[in-house]
């Protein structure tokens, strides 16, 4: 199981670990975290020492009720970024959340490897055409609706069927088009009320009948802290249990905020798989 990130091979046959750099204002845990050059540089270095295969930048947070950016302001954040950090660690592997054509396409043009769409197509329709145009890999998320109204778009009879069903019909359509690395995430907090969520993950293995490799975000989400009755900035030890769980139904992707202790899961569970 591997995927092309800028002409090389790499396997996901071990779980890798994803490092989020948010740099928005208003994500819902670290938002305004990360605004200057030498904050965004510290937090990469940290994360790349601690063992993350990928950093996710993300300029348009995608949390429930989040506000529109429009395509100038999210170009305009993050292609400095994008820069910034391959001129400092020029062998990171960038992906990029965006689900827009011409975001995805400039990152990918600047030396971004990967792209990370919330929406697997649905938002843009030049989407896929664009990936499969600059044959990158492409992690497609289920969602229903945007960000702004996702909550409202809870109503399934069975969540892990019809999550599965829209997989089905996106690589489809990927496929259609050339696209050959794709990795799918089941969209945690996306349009899914909290019991959804955990029939979601408690079932997730039933993903790998696609047989594409599963990234999982669930870090300090408030499947967690509400179901603890805590607060995301608390959530950790929380997330770090349910990493596990991830991993042992087959997950190939942490997508997290914590890289240090995401690793150390991953450690651990290849130790008791050894």
Request: no cysteine; glycine share 4%.
């Given at each position: 199981m591997t995927i092309n990130c800028n002409g090389k091979l790499l396997s996901l046959d071990q779980p890798k670990v994803m490092g989020i750099l948010n740099?928005?204002?208003?994500?819902?845990?670290?938002g305004g975290k990360y605004k200057d050059e030498?904050?965004?540089l510290n937090q990469v270095k940290k994360m790349l020492n601690e063992g993350a295969?990928?950093?996710d930048i993300g300029a348009y947070s995608s949390r429930p009720g989040a506000l529109e950016v429009d395509e100038a302001t999210e170009l305009k954040r993050i292609e400095p970024i994008i820069n910034l950090i391959l001129k400092n660690f020029p062998n990171t592997i960038l992906s990029i959340d965006t689900f827009r054509s011409n975001v995805a396409e400039a990152c990918i043009e600047n030396g971004a490897a990967i792209i990370n769409d919330i929406?697997?197509?649905l938002q843009d329709d030049k989407m896929l055409s664009t990936v499969a145009k600059l044959h990158v890999p492409y992690i497609m998320m289920h969602m229903r609706g945007t960000p702004q109204n996702m909550q409202q778009k809870t109503d399934y009879e069975d969540v892990v069927k019809e999550v599965l069903s829209f997989f089905s019909e996106r690589l489809v359509a990927a496929k259609a088009l050339g696209i050959k690395d794709i990795i799918i995430d089941p969209g945690f907090g996306f349009a899914k009320n909290l019991e959804q969520n955990y029939e979601l993950l408690n079932n997730i293995e039933v993903m790998n009948i696609i047989e594409h490799p599963i990234l999982a975000g669930i870090s300090r989400k408030s499947m967690i802290y509400k179901t603890l009755g805590t607060t995301a900035d608390q959530a950790l030890n929380g997330t770090t249990?349910?990493?596990?769980v991830c991993l042992q139904k087959g997950t190939k992707i942490l997508r997290v905020h914590d890289v240090e202790e995401a690793v150390e899961c991953v450690k651990l569970y290849e130790q008791l798989n050894a």
């Open positions: 740099i928005t204002p208003d994500s819902f845990f670290d030498k904050s965004i295969t990928f950093i929406s697997a197509g249990a349910l990493h596990m």
